[in-house]
């Protein structure tokens, strides 16, 4: 049974930072592309950053670009996203997220293409 479970979220200021991390269990973590999405109030949930399975590859929304950087330990089976910078359109709720497809050779960026969700995190950054 893959599990996932995100932790770092809190309320910071614009200008903060935070560092969310992923904890993943029950499958192959060092096989699948690994996503962190966020969603806020109204809004379509969007792929803030997607990592490759070796952490060779990258994807980044324009929106953080800069800012944020996500990383992956496979050894530990653990993933985080450094959020630098924050503003106030940051705030959300965020989610880790696998890969449907094993050994991918592309980022997947669109939620479709993601099979198991953590139960989320909130980011709230105030002005």
């Known amino acids: 049974q893959v599990q996932l479970v995100e932790s770092g979220g809190g309320a910071v200021q614009a200008g903060g930072s935070l560092r969310l991390s992923c904890a993943a269990s029950?499958?192959?973590?060092?096989?699948?592309?690994m996503g962190w999405f966020r969603q806020a109030p109204g809004k379509e949930r969007e792929c803030v950053a997607a990592?490759?399975?070796?952490?060779?590859?990258?994807y980044y929304t324009d929106s953080v670009k800069g800012r944020f950087t996500i990383s992956r330990d496979n050894a530990k089976n653990m993933v985080y996203l450094q959020m630098n910078s924050l503003k106030p359109e940051d705030t959300a709720v965020y989610y880790c997220?696998?890969?449907?497809?094993?050994?991918?050779?592309?980022?997947?960026?669109?939620?479709?293409?993601?099979?198991?969700w953590g139960q989320g995190t909130q980011v709230t950054v105030s002005s």
């Open positions: 997220a696998v890969d449907r497809v094993p050994f991918s050779t592309v980022v997947r960026t669109a939620p479709e293409g993601f099979d198991y």
């Open positions: 029950g499958r192959s973590f060092g096989s699948y592309t």
């Open positions: 990592i490759s399975r070796s952490g060779g590859n990258t």
